[in-house]
Structure formats: C-alpha cells, structure tokens
C-alpha cells in the first residue's frame, strides 16, 4: 500500500504549490488529514488542526516524515475564536493562507421531524457560519496578492439528501449556494473557490459507521464495510488519498478555470445527472 501511495504522487504533475502556505482546517485525520498530506508533498507550507493534542502531533510527525514543511495547533473550528487562532498562527509562522481548504465534522443525524429550531442554528453556525468567517478571514490576503484557492469539503448529500441528516442536508447546500455566489465575486482577484462531495470512504468515522452497523446486524465489521462499499459502482470505498489528490489539483495553478463547482468524489455512488 505504501508503494502505490507513492507512486500515485511521483506520477502526478507539477502543481506549482512550491512555497505556498495552506492552512487545512479540521486535518489531523481522514479526508482532511489526506488533503495536508497531498499539499505538503507538492511542496506547500501547511498548518494542520484538530482538537486532539496526541492526534494532532501524529499528523505532524507522519507529514514531517514524509514531505517537509509542516505546523501546527488544536483548534475547534466550530470556535470562531479557535479559527482566529489558527489564522494567526499561520501567519507568524508562514504568512496568510494562499489557499484555504475548510473541512469541519458534521451534524448529528436522525429523523428529520426530531430536530427544531435550536439544532438547525446549531447546525447552521458550525457547518455554515465558520465556513463564512473563514472565508472571510482568507480573501484579504489572496486578493491583494491576486491568487488564491478556497476549498470546502462538504458531502454528496448536497446532490442527494440523505433521509436522516436533514441537518447535514440543509447547512451544506447553503455553503454551496455562498460558495457559488462568493465565486463570482472574487474571479477578477485571481481567487478560485469550490467544494468537494465526498460520499463513502476509508475514514474512521465510516469504521466507526460500519461498527455499529456490524453490532446491530452480528456481523463483523469487514462485513459490514463490504455492506457500505456494495452500491458503490466501483466496488470499493475512496480512499483519502485519492481525495488529497483531487484536492490537489483544484488549489494548483492548473485549475485556475474551475470555480464555483461542487465536485463529486464517490466512485460514482449518487444516482444525480447534474
């Protein structure tokens, strides 16, 4: 495994992400962690965060290891003082973010009539809100230097809801309808901004999915892995380099011409034509 993630990176093209600062939010593991690692070994200076201090500093070791530049802190990025923090710290220690890649986890799920007023604002300040003042907090910078990207990580539940995370639903459409307006606005500046949809992959939170299906169903948890993985048209799950380098390429040089898009990463799960 260790050679083909190698090889998958020695193959690709120049991004011309040498000595670009990335600052990666929510990145010490899964999807997240698997775009920081895909900037770094590009070349690019990268600030990392989570809210776990000994997960957090394995990320830092696995990324030093591997490629190079690399900093760090925790940060709960549903904390807009945390986001402060975090923005700041890539400063003093590289500059402002050139690119800006905003991940965060996701809502609670459930039946959609259990949830009122107080979970959609909940739901709203950490899945939409951050992702504005991040935003925000990051067009300064790129567009008085004329380049910058912005990715958000979103979910395929914004091409095809998903029956029990009408919080997830609602709250990532509206980031991808700002995304899409805020696009338009900034493409003069040389500014990029897009999302991905991730729909199933190798992450711990689907192990953690795939456990508690096992317990529910008495299987084992390959089984049920095997379960999530079966109307997948590939056959299998993602994995988070496959997505790293996806990310990759939306934040290089290459994609200057690609903004405002919501792109899917599913091995083709959603059944939607647009």
């Known amino acids: 495994m260790a050679s083909s993630k190698r090889d998958l990176y020695q193959n690709i093209m120049d991004l011309g992400l040498k000595h670009k600062t990335a600052l990666v939010l929510a990145s010490t593991k899964g999807l997240g962690f698997g775009v920081a690692k895909a900037l770094s070994r590009e070349g690019a200076n990268v600030v990392i965060c989570g809210r776990d201090e000994a997960q957090l500093q394995s990320a830092l070791k696995t990324i030093e290891s591997e490629s190079g530049m690399v900093s760090g802190l925790p940060c709960d990025v549903s904390q807009l003082s945390c986001l402060d923090a975090v923005f700041s710290h890539c400063e003093s220690t590289f500059k402002p973010p050139d690119i800006l890649v905003y991940n965060n986890g996701g809502p609670p799920s459930g039946d959609p009539a259990s949830f009122g007023p107080e979970d959609f604002n909940d739901a709203f300040h950490k899945g939409f ?17 004329g380049w910058g990207r912005i990715l958000c990580i979103t979910s395929i539940s914004v091409k095809q809801p998903i029956d029990d995370l009408i919080l997830s639903n609602t709250t990532r459409t509206a ?15 040389g500014i990029t901004i897009n999302s991905m949809l991730p729909g199933p ?9 795939a456990a508690s299906i096992a317990d529910q169903n008495k299987i084992t948890e390959d089984q049920a892995m095997k379960r999530l993985a079966a109307d997948i048209p590939v056959g299998r799950l993602g994995s988070t380099e496959e997505f790293g380098a996806v990310a990759a390429f939306l934040c ?15 091995g083709g799960a959603i059944r939607s034509t647009f």
Do not use: C, F, W
């Not at 980031?175 to 500046?189: E, G, H």
């Not at 290089?252 to 599913?266: E, L, M, N, P, R």
């Open 175 to 189: 980031l991808t309808s700002y995304i899409k307006t805020m696009s338009r606005q900034v493409a003069k500046d």
């Open 129 to 145: 809100h951050t992702a504005v003042y991040s935003i925000r907090k990051a067009l300064p910078h790129m567009q008085k230097s």
């Open 252 to 266: 290089s040089k290459h994609a200057s011409y690609i903004s405002g898009q919501a792109i899917v990463h599913d």
């Open 201 to 209: 992959h190798d992450t711990d939170r689907l192990r953690s999915l």
